[in-house]
């Protein structure tokens, strides 16, 4: 082969003429080693990675040098063979296991998977299953005075890339969260269309949320299938998933009180002078992004169309559901009551509505939204027709309310046990921009009996440290003008005697002990 043959293999194969002369020795010494030029000889007691091998790199977090260090240990110990060099067992490493298997053994499950290869699913069609997903959203926002990180409830619909429902709270979801994004997903009225309709199935993790009774209730009652996916599968419901982690770079990192934002120093912490935007603002920024997502975007999957325009562009019919129907179907039920002349017991507590004058006497069915304990639905309990909501009779006002809650604070504070428990706070998720609620009704009658127990209970006010002033102190004792006119006179104090059964200085009546003399006469 001559010189002109290998330039142009070289540039060929992008290496440098040197190389493939090596390559050419290399096959005329040994004929196996053209079939992989580069490669290197095998040999009979080359070092490969064992079992024994593979569980270091997971002990030691993928650092090779460590691994290095604990096979020298181990060999000193006799416990094994000497290991080769760091290079060689690096090499190794490299060759006998996969990127995948290095990334798992090195951080964990999570990482392992980023290497895997994944199927995609056909796209389907519009309403054929959809995705939901709680978010807590990375931005503090000013909740009530509180810096707090809102959470996010969504579903998407995996056709189209189109968020169908949404529902924002200020702290952590629970199933009437879930419930209240299922209806404003459902409902295609103003201000949540044109997307929604029924889908056939749901998909959801294993949150309690989603899997509660009243939320599973509602999915068989609108014969929706739920699809409940295995633990720590991202990758089954990745409509959503993506939808999570395209929120925060395309709109949520750009928001005031972003809480991964770089910071200059050691230390990241947050400006004292930022201003936080309030829940209510908060909540209508998201909506109109999320307004500008199923209008203006163009996901990739859906190559150059807005999720608007593939949903108009599909021909599927949909299942709709009135607005009252879905209220019904979203609701707990907490069995049948008998409406009194006080209206109807649910929970230990009264609760009225204008309607029900002349029906004394008739068995109604209690519904109620969860935690939303100021308000049930009641329907008839025979023919199951509605008969109207009522509330909460003799409900506390809001300032009673406020002072309730500032007690159970403060009770909360010597308490730890009680500290835990009062961090549980509800609100009501929001599909508009409203101010945040809080969730927890109260009676009058409740509010002053915790208040009255609470004043009984705080010994700091019942204290009167003026009302018996201090007794004076020994004649002895230098005190102060100003500190001696807040005593009063009061029996001496008598001293303990000493070590030899001598009484002290002053004696033991508490009065002053004679002057005595020293040897030269003078008075001491």
């Excluded at 002369?21 to 095998?42: C, F, I, N, V, Y």
Aim: hydrophobic share 35%; with cysteine; proline share 9%.
């Amino acid at each position: 082969m001559t010189s002109r043959h290998v330039r142009l293999m070289a540039e060929s194969l992008e290496v440098t003429e040197r190389t493939v002369w090596r390559w050419l020795a290399a096959a005329e010494r040994d004929e196996s080693a053209a079939a992989e030029p580069g490669a290197r000889a095998q040999s009979r007691d080359r070092f490969t990675v064992t079992s024994e091998v593979r569980r270091l790199p997971a002990l030691w977090k993928g650092n090779v040098a460590a691994v290095h260090r604990e096979l020298t240990a181990r060999a000193v110990r006799g416990e094994g063979e000497p290991p080769p060099s760091i290079p060689t067992l690096h090499r190794a490493i490299q060759r006998d296991l996969t990127p995948g298997e290095r990334a798992g053994l090195a951080k964990g499950e999570r990482a392992a998977r980023k290497h895997d290869v994944f199927l995609a699913r056909p796209r389907g069609w519009r309403n054929q299953a959809w995705e939901s997903d709680h978010m807590q959203a990375p931005v503090l926002v000013d909740v009530d005075g509180k810096a707090s990180r809102p959470w996010i409830t969504w579903f998407t619909d995996c056709a189209t890339n189109a968020i169908t429902g949404v529902a924002v709270t200020p702290v952590h979801p629970s199933r009437e969260s879930v419930l209240s994004a299922l209806r404003s997903a459902v409902l295609r009225e103003d201000p949540y269309g044109p997307f929604g309709g029924l889908p056939e199935k749901v998909r959801v993790d294993r949150g309690k949320g989603f899997l509660s009774r009243t939320v599973t209730a509602a999915f068989d009652l609108l014969d929706v299938t739920v699809e409940d996916l295995p633990a720590y599968t991202p990758h089954l419901k990745g409509t959503v998933e993506g939808l999570n982690r395209v929120v925060e770079s395309m709109f949520l990192a750009a928001l005031p009180g972003y809480a991964r934002q770089p910071r200059p120093g050691k230390r990241s912490s947050r400006p004292k002078d930022e201003v936080l935007l309030g829940f209510e603002d908060f909540t209508g920024r998201l909506l109109a992004w999320t307004s500008w997502w199923n209008t203006e975007h163009h996901p990739a999957p859906l190559r150059g169309k807005t999720p608007l325009e593939a949903w108009q562009d599909d021909p599927t019919p949909l299942r709709d559901v009135p607005a009252a129907d879905l209220w019904t179907f979203t609701l707990e039920d907490a069995g049948t009551r008998t409406l009194t002349t006080r209206g109807v017991r649910f929970r230990k507590r009264d609760y009225v509505g204008p309607w029900m004058t002349g029906q004394t006497g008739i068995q109604v069915r209690v519904r109620f939204m969860p935690h939303h304990d100021h308000r049930i639905e009641v329907y008839h309990a025979a023919t199951g027709r509605y008969l109207g909501s009522a509330d909460l009779a003799d409900q506390a006002t809001e300032e009673q309310v406020s002072a309730v809650r500032r007690a159970r604070a403060a009770r909360s504070r010597r308490l730890k046990k009680d500290l835990e428990a009062s961090q549980r706070e509800r609100y009501a998720a929001v599909n508009q921009p409203e101010a945040p609620r809080r969730l927890g009704a109260l009676t009058t009658a409740q509010a002053e009996a915790e208040l009255a127990q609470t004043a009984d209970s705080d010994l700091a006010q019942l204290a009167m440290p003026d009302l018996i002033p201090h007794a004076a102190p020994p004649a002895d004792w230098r005190t102060p003008a100003s500190l001696a006119a807040l005593t009063t006179p009061g029996p001496p104090v008598p001293h303990p005697p000493g070590r030899d059964g001598a009484s002290a200085p002053d004696g033991r009546d508490g009065r002053a002990a004679p002057p005595t003399t020293d040897e030269d006469g003078d008075a001491s």
